[in-house]
Nanobody
Framework: QVQLVESGGGLVQAGGSLRLSCAAS????????MGWYRQPPGKEREFVAR????????YYVDSVKGRFTISIDNAKNTVYPQMNSLKPEDTAIYYC???????????WGQGTQVTVSS
């Protein structure tokens, strides 16, 4: 059974930092990319960042470039988005997604709340 377990969310003041994590288990993920998405209050879920399992391909949405850094620890099957210089508009539920590079198969985590106060 595939599981993606996010952790690390919480309440932080604007300008602060949080490090989320997503621990993946239940299958081999070498053919998967790991993504982070977020859903702000009252809005649609949106893409934030994505990293290949090998770590050699990384993508960010423009709004987080220069502030967020995504990394992967293959030995621990865990993906870490380091979020710095947080803004109130970063407030959202953050979700981890494992997506097969060829498409057609994906898994979601349960989400972790990030709240940035002004």
């Amino acid at each position: 059974q595939v599981q993606l377990v996010e952790s690390g969310g919480g309440l932080v003041q604007a300008g602060g930092s949080l490090r989320l994590s997503c621990a993946a288990s239940g299958r081999t993920f070498s053919n998967y990319d790991m993504g982070w998405y977020r859903q702000p209050p009252g809005k649609e879920r949106e893409f934030v960042a994505r990293i290949s399992w090998s770590g050699d391909r990384i993508y960010y949405v423009d709004s987080v470039k220069g502030r967020f850094t995504i990394s992967i620890d293959n030995a621990k099957n865990t993906v870490y988005p380091q979020m710095n210089s947080l803004k109130p508009e970063d407030t959202a539920i953050y979700y981890c997604k494992a997506e097969r590079r060829l498409g057609g198969i994906y898994y979601w985590g349960q989400g972790t709340q990030v709240t940035v106060s002004s």
